[in-house]
């Protein structure tokens, strides 16, 4: 199953994380999942778009999982409210997408991030966003 998850960066500073840790910058979610505490084996891969969507303080992940709707709410709640999670369905990220950035929307559930280019004697081929 894949969901949709909007979110705000964090602010941590000091020790409000981890009592061994000490913070001061914007952190986002990939930080905390590097942490036992939200380890979860039904958690297949995290996409996070940043790279292909740059914000200042929205950010943008695709999980694959295998949590029923009832233990992804349950796993939500051990995230640090001050994310502002949003569960997005597939409509809400295809308008987010197309509100926020200026990528082609190729097809229904495709986006063109760059066309193919050739830098140098290498070839980069296009890169997509499939919702």
């Known amino acids: 199953m894949k969901t949709y998850i909007k979110y705000n960066q964090r602010q941590v500073t000091d ?9 001061n910058w914007l952190y986002d979610l ?3 999942l ?5 380890q979860n084996e039904k958690i297949i891969s995290v996409i996070d778009w940043d790279r292909f969507i740059p ?14 709707p009832e ?3 349950e796993f939500k709640t051990t995230i640090p409210t001050e994310f502002n999670l949003e569960v997005l369905t597939s409509e809400e990220i ?3 997408i197309r509100d ?3 990528f082609e929307e190729i097809e229904d559930w495709k986006f063109l991030i ?8 290498e070839t980069t081929p296009a890169k997509y966003l499939l919702i």
């Open 100 to 102: 926020n950035t200026e």
């Open 94 to 96: 295809k308008q987010f």
């Open 71 to 73: 233990e992804l709410e």
């Open 15 to 23: 020790d409000n994380f981890q009592p061994w840790i000490t913070l």
């Open 55 to 68: 914000m200042w303080d929205i950010k943008l992940w695709l999980i694959e999982h295998n949590f029923t």
């Open 34 to 38: 590097d942490f036992p505490e939200y």
């Open 114 to 121: 760059y066309d193919e280019f050739e830098d140098f004697w």
């Open 30 to 32: 990939s930080f905390f």
